[in-house]
T-cell receptor, first 115, second 113 residues
Framework: DTAVSQTPKYLVTQMGNDKSIKCEQN?????MYWYKQDSKKFLKIMFS???????INETVPNRFSPKSPDKAHLNLHINSLELGDSAVYFC??????????????FGPGTRLTVL | GDSVTQMEGPVTLSEEAFLTINCTYT??????LFWYVQYPGEGLQLLLK?????DKGSNKGFEATYRKETTSFHLEKGSVQVSDSAVYFC????????????FGKGTHLIIQP
């Protein structure tokens, strides 16, 4: 009955590969997010998405693309992986996208290591 | 753009000491403010939040007050425990839109018995 779940928990891959990280929320929330946490623990928003709009942080390379098969899922697909993509990626969700006060609920994270 | 500045650690305290972690922000309008905690090897959990000026958020003995005049949201706890050892993140979110949280760089708190 985990609220926000991610798979896999750990992902080790070679440079140049394409990989996906899956995220599912069972909270009935409308908006989902992806964050990147670097080696210094700094967290930065990558995408936010609801059924009406996708907001992309302008610093995110276009090798990263979110894909949402339905409201409960927001997967992160990464093409041509680079060493600098190594990080922990967190998925999150919130009830409504248009209210700044809504709490965001985070998944456990996926540690991606690119060799 | 929006930004959050918080004291960088690590901050090391003895058990039962008083804790303050400073957080200041820059944002247009009146954002909502949050403190999240990340325990080792885990994801982020909401600790407390405040959505308008002078609101006080509180949870598990932690408190923070939204101070518009000083653009601050300092985290305090009267008596820390070893189990409070974690990384604490101050964050803001603007009203409206579906944009995400803007985080500070996190403060690593270490409580020694």
């Amino acid at each position: 009955d985990t609220a926000v779940s991610q798979t896999p928990k750990y992902l080790v891959t070679q440079m140049g590969n394409d990989k996906s990280i899956k995220c599912e929320q069972n909270l009935g929330h409308d908006t989902m997010y992806w964050y990147k946490q670097d080696s210094k623990k700094f967290l930065k928003i990558m995408f936010s998405y609801n059924n009406k709009e996708l907001i992309i942080n302008e610093t995110v390379p276009n090798r990263f693309s979110p894909k949402s098969p339905d409201k409960a899922h927001l997967n992160l697909h990464i093409n041509s992986l680079e060493l600098g993509d190594s990080a922990v990626y967190f998925c999150a969700s919130s009830p409504r996208g248009g209210t700044g006060s809504d709490t965001q609920y985070f998944g456990p994270g996926t540690r991606l290591t690119v060799l | 753009g929006d930004s959050v500045t918080q004291m960088e650690g690590p901050v090391t305290l003895s058990e039962e000491a008083f804790l303050t972690i400073n957080c200041t922000y820059t944002a247009t309008g009146y954002p909502s403010l949050f403190w999240y905690v990340q325990y080792p090897g885990e994801g982020l959990q909401l600790l407390l939040k405040a959505t308008k000026a002078d609101d006080k958020g509180s949870n598990k003995g932690f408190e923070a007050t939204y101070r518009k005049e000083t653009t601050s949201f300092h985290l305090e706890k009267g008596s820390v425990q070893v189990s409070d050892s974690a990384v604490y993140f101050c964050a803001l979110r603007r009203r409206g839109g579906a944009d995400g949280l803007t985080f500070g760089k996190g403060t690593h708190l270490i409580i020694q018995p």
